[in-house]
């Protein structure tokens, strides 16, 4: 069951009951208000406050990705689905949308769980190893639709001209917490560009 949450806090449903997992503030200590229907993956940095652009780095981890040929965001978001049902692989949150949505992502727990490669029961769901990732993260509220995306990495590449210091390393992303559950005005997602330093 979804809980509503503020004070910068996920309340978790558990079968041992609520689990609190902080949230990260903004510079002036505000902190988003959440809903959360799933564990972050282990070792997942805090979810940022809205609208402030964050640096972030994820460690490694293991993910189930379905990529779009013709299908729908419900059509990959069911392959997935299907894929961690068929191996007993616990839902977490986020969900991760590659590019313009040429493909979707479920994020294992943990690196450990199952292995990687083609699902043998379904060859358009494969399990990858990701590598330790830095990147440049805002959150944005609202629908998870393609003008949300576009005005999160406008946002990133107006601070990236600002901080040479930092170059795009690879294709945006997209970060879904919620699902069709919850309303689009609470809807809670983050936008990020890979990035690394330059070599000199």
């Not at 199952?114 to 358009?124: L, W």
Request: net charge positive; hydrophobic share 40%; glycine share 8%.
């Amino acid at each position: 069951m979804a809980r509503f949450v503020n004070f910068g806090f996920f309340l978790l449903a558990t079968g041992s009951g609520l689990v609190a997992i902080p949230c990260a503030a903004d510079e002036q200590g505000a902190r988003p208000m959440l809903v959360s229907e799933a564990n972050l993956p282990a070792g997942f940095p805090a979810p940022g406050a809205v609208g402030t652009v964050i640096v972030k780095t994820y460690p490694t981890h293991r993910l189930a990705r379905a990529t779009v040929g013709k299908d729908s965001d419900n059509a990959m978001f069911m392959k997935l689905f299907n894929h961690i049902k068929r191996n007993d692989i616990a839902m977490t949150s986020p969900v991760q949308m590659d590019g313009n949505r040429e493909s979707m992502a479920f994020l294992y727990a943990t690196p450990d769980l199952g292995a990687p490669g083609v699902d043998p029961k379904d060859p358009a769901v494969v399990v990858e190893d990701i590598p330790e990732t830095t990147v440049v993260s805002v959150a944005l509220r609202g629908s998870y639709s393609k003008a949300t995306a576009e005005k999160g990495i406008k946002q990133l590449r107006e601070w990236l001209a600002g901080h040479p210091e930092w170059k795009e390393a690879g294709p945006p992303r997209t970060l879904g917490y919620n699902s069709p559950f919850v309303p689009s005005f609470l809807k809670y997602s983050e936008v990020q560009i890979p990035i690394t330093r330059p070599q000199r």
